[in-house]
């Protein structure tokens, strides 16, 4: 069994092995990243990389009181959202203190005594006592490459639906492990604890002699950057670009909870249906508490192949502590099918 998970991608570029350019992957770089933080001596820090990771230590280093920047090469932060939706995330980080620096590619760091002084991309130099890479992470395969064992996606472990790889005797799961996204209907990689621990289920399964099969996954994650609440699941437009489905979309504004009910907060919804079916392809959801976990409904009306107009019907609980009378996603949903 091979469960060998991700390695944090680090740039090759001048300055990288510089004190106190840091990674967060394992619990000893989060150690040592406190450890500079706590000696008093960081007030400028740069964040590489405006994912998941990147964006939850710029709002960290904010909250510790740094003078914090990010860098990203795309157009907006949380390249897994389309960048109308992503637009909303930037805006909250620029808000909370964050300078961000967007679509500039990192080119290297300026040190000085084994130090780190400043952070270099393809428009600016930054100078800076502490970085922060959020770069993403790749598979960690060096021990199934050297193996001959086949790879697949992203240089993830080719794995068939039992998780058994393309060596007999040889199982895969997790961050090593490649996954099947039940929309696009190809393989796909992914790495998520949640995926991690369906795949492993599964796996541990048919190794101890029973019978399971992991059917794929729709790409379903949450996060919290500052006060906002951020989701997605399925496909986004660049995907389905890429794929040449052609689709249509619907973006709606709404509230967490009736308008009238005290604490009810802005809720930003997209959903995206294919043309011609109306088959649901995916969604994204902005807004304060209450607003990611509504991605669940969206990730399982996927799993179901659901059309949005199925959706329109589904009987969602009510109370206005907890929804308007029309859920937010229901309703980006209505909008969709109007569109069709």
């Keep these: 069994m091979i469960a060998t998970g991700a390695v944090p991608i680090c740039p090759d570029l001048p300055g990288a092995d510089a004190v106190a350019v840091c990674g967060v992957s394992t619990l000893q770089s989060g150690i040592e990243l406190r450890r500079i933080l706590d000696s008093g001596g960081a007030k400028r820090g740069v964040v590489v990389g405006g994912g998941y990771i990147g964006l939850e230590m710029a709002e960290a280093l904010v909250r510790r009181g740094l003078e914090v920047s990010l860098i990203d090469r795309s157009p907006e932060v949380m390249g897994t959202l389309d960048d109308d939706m992503g637009q909303l995330v930037s805006q909250t980080l620029r808000d909370f203190g964050v300078t961000l620096y967007l679509e500039e590619a990192l080119t290297g760091f300026e040190t000085k005594g084994g130090n780190v002084t400043g952070v270099v991309t393809d428009k600016r130099s930054l100078p800076v006592d502490i970085v922060v890479l959020g770069l993403g992470v790749r598979p960690n395969t060096a021990l199934a490459t050297a193996a001959g064992i086949p790879l697949g996606e992203k240089g993830s472990i080719q794995v068939n639906g039992r998780m058994e790889t393309g060596m007999a005797g040889i199982w895969a799961a997790g961050d090593c492990a490649e996954s099947f996204h039940l929309v696009s209907r190809r393989p796909f990689y992914i790495a998520l604890g949640t995926v991690a621990n369906r795949q492993g289920r599964v796996a541990g399964i048919n190794l101890g002699g029973g019978y399971a099969t992991f059917p794929g996954v729709v790409g379903t994650a949450v996060t919290k950057i500052c006060q906002v609440e951020v989701a997605r699941t399925g496909l986004q437009e660049k995907e389905l670009g890429m794929l040449g489905i052609e689709w249509a979309s619907a973006v709606i504004k709404s509230r967490t909870k ?14 995206l249906a294919e043309k011609g079916s109306g088959r649901l392809l995916g969604g994204q959801i902005v807004g304060m508490e209450g607003s990611a ?5 969206l990730a399982t009306c996927l799993h179901a192949g659901f059309t949005v107009e199925e959706m329109i019907n589904l009987d969602l609980g009510y109370a206005p502590p907890f929804s308007p009378v029309w859920d937010p996603v229901v309703t980006a949903a209505r909008e969709v099918v109007k569109k069709l």
């Design 258 to 271: 009736a308008g009238y009910y005290p604490g009810a907060g802005e809720i930003t919804v997209k959903v």
């Design 293 to 297: 976990k509504r991605i669940d409904t």
